[in-house]
């Protein structure tokens, strides 16, 4: 965790979650029921949040993760913190744990310093798991083995 952002004022890891959950009420999805909602902290402190948000051709579907990530670096963002992930059935809470797929972890990986980038997750019994991208990416493609 990014202390500095994280630690300071308001937000903090729970608040993160709630602004995740808020995300997760405007998920578009019609097709899995499944529901999922981000909250994307750069390390200035200012959120972005996501929703997953399907489509009727199916791979269009965009994850919540990537929808935060996208909106963030089409504002120009490129310094991130941490993310908070939560998801969900239709009709449930979304406090079972929800954790980001394998496309969602490689588009991290772009942005974000494998080792410090955070990962908040729900962890089904009312506390917050906290991973670094590196835990849940190990030996992850990134920028720098492209560049020469
Ligand atoms: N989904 C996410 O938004 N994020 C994840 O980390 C896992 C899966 C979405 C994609 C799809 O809309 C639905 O959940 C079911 O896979």
């Known amino acids: 965790m990014d202390e500095k952002v994280l630690d ?18 405007r998920a578009y999805t019609p097709y899995s029921h499944f529901q999922v909602g981000a909250a994307l902290v750069t390390k200035q402190g200012k959120v972005y949040l996501g ?8 791979t269009p579907s965009n994850c919540a993760e990537r929808t935060a990530f996208f909106k963030a670096v089409s504002e120009g963002e490129r310094e991130f913190a941490a993310i ?7 009709g449930t809470e979304g ?18 310093a494998p080792e410090e980038f ?5 962890d089904g019994k009312g ?7 590196a835990e849940l990416l190990p030996l992850g493609f990134g920028p720098e083995n492209l560049a020469r």
């Not at 929703?51 to 199916?58: G, K, L, M, Q, V």
């Open 8 to 25: 300071s004022g308001s937000l903090n890891e729970k608040k993160l979650i709630e602004l995740a959950h808020e995300a997760r009420k």
């Open 51 to 58: 929703c997953n948000i399907e489509n009727a051709s199916y």
């Open 84 to 90: 908070a992930v939560v998801g969900g059935a239709e």
């Open 95 to 112: 406090k079972e744990t929800c954790s980001p797929c394998g496309v969602c972890r490689q588009v991290m990986r772009e942005f974000c």
């Open 118 to 122: 955070r990962i908040l997750l729900e």
């Open 127 to 133: 506390g917050i798991l906290n991973y670094s991208l």
